[in-house]
């Protein structure tokens, strides 16, 4: 039995990764903690936990404020749902008070290889010691680097959706860097937060699109950091000699007034002309292994409404014809609350426990 505790679980991504962690039989939930509502039973504050299925459900489990000794104690992994800058304050502490405990941070705290680049857009660092510990968790990426590591840290929403599409061309070493990788990322408004905001009220985002933070996003730096890491390893030079490498990486990310999901286009260009064969072959090779990342046939088959509330990623691409035969126009489509957290954690946390990858996740998205 995996005994698990959600610090920061009545968020978005907290409260849907409790609720995927009390679809399983070998977990255990020890502690959900939120600041907010603690001293309150799950259920008053969710009403969808209402009921007590023949399990005994989780429904009359209390939210608690924070106690470092007792989730320390009574937890085997501890998933951090927290805002940037929190997660880094409280992790010291619980590794003092339990070292073999694995860790699994849904915010932005541990996702940078540079902490420069982390400070630059975040501020400063809680805990730069423990920064090269973790391991990025891009799961059907960097599995077998999640599999050996007791710390991983979640990508962003817009990076996922973004760096699964891009990471196998760019890792065959096909990609042009020397030609700007353009990224648009539309998103659902849950990729706000659960905070009240202004901009997020119904009347502000019904029927209307909206770009945002176009030259700051602070996922940019993230995306561009990992792209680069991949131009490094496909030119055979080790890590500390890509800062070198330089690639252009433009993004900007919209609201589009949905409740969750993120579509992204990629404009590239090639090295040289392949055939959509090579190109299929690539993504084919490169995600052989996992359960939940789909090549599709066609751009007009890769939507948000095929892949919310699941940790799938589906990816299609057309490369352009004639003189434009090296441009690669790619599309992904995610839940940016399931495989752009949520469920994306609970996937490294099966590496992490050495079980399979998609053990315990649903392979499919539920429609309509």
């Given amino acids: 039995m995996i005994k698990a ?22 977990v255990e939930l020890s ?25 005994g459900g989780i429904s009359g489990l209390p939210f608690s404020a924070f106690d470092e000794a007792a989730v320390a104690e009574s937890s085997d ?14 992790v010291s502490g619980l590794l003092k008070k339990n070292g073999k405990i694995k860790i699994i941070d849904v915010g932005a705290d541990f996702r940078f290889d540079a902490l420069a680049a982390y400070e630059k ?62 990224i648009d ?9 659960r905070s ?36 490094a390893a496909s030119a055979g030079l080790p890590d500390d000699k890509s800062a070198g490498l330089n690639v252009n990486v433009i993004f900007t990310p919209h609201v589009i007034p949905t409740p969750r999901g993120i579509l992204t286009t990629i404009y590239i260009r090639l090295k040289e002309d392949l055939p959509d064969s090579v190109i299929s072959g690539i ?7 996992s359960p939940f990342v789909s090549l599709m046939g066609n751009i007009e088959d890769c939507n948000i409404k095929s892949v919310i509330y699941s940790n799938n990623c589906h990816i299609a691409f057309e490369a352009g014809g004639g003189e434009n035969g090296r441009m690669v126009k790619i599309v992904s489509a995610i839940d940016n609350i399931g495989k752009g957290a949520s469920l994306q954690a609970v996937q490294n ?14 392979l499919y998205s539920p429609f309509p």
């Fill in 5 to 26: 505790s959600v610090v920061g679980a009545s968020g978005y991504s907290g409260i849907y990764l409790t609720y995927a962690l009390s679809l399983r039989e070998d």
């Fill in 31 to 55: 502690f959900l903690t939120s600041q907010t509502y603690s001293g309150k039973k799950l259920a008053e504050v969710f009403p969808s936990f209402s009921g007590q299925p023949k399990n």
């Fill in 77 to 90: 992994v501890v998933f951090f749902c927290l805002p940037h800058g929190e997660s880094s304050k409280l």
């Fill in 121 to 182: 857009f975040y501020g400063p660092h809680n805990a730069p010691e423990l920064n090269q510990n973790f391991v990025y968790g891009l799961a059907d990426v960097f599995g077998d680097k999640i599999k050996n590591s007791q710390f991983a840290a979640n990508p962003g929403c817009y990076p996922t959706g973004a760096l699964l599409p891009l990471l196998p061309l760019v890792f065959k070493g096909v990609l042009d860097s020397g030609f700007p990788v353009i």
């Fill in 185 to 193: 990322s539309l998103s659902g408004i849950s990729g706000s937060g």
């Fill in 196 to 231: 009240l905001k202004l901009q997020n009220l119904f009347c502000e985002v019904e029927n209307s699109a909206r770009a945002y933070n176009a030259w700051s996003h602070r996922h940019l730096p993230e995306i561009r950091e990992k792209i680069t890491g991949a131009l």
């Fill in 283 to 289: 993504f084919g090779e490169f995600y052989a292994g």
């Fill in 349 to 362: 946390m099966n590496l992490m426990f050495g079980l399979e990858p998609g053990y315990g996740i649903p």
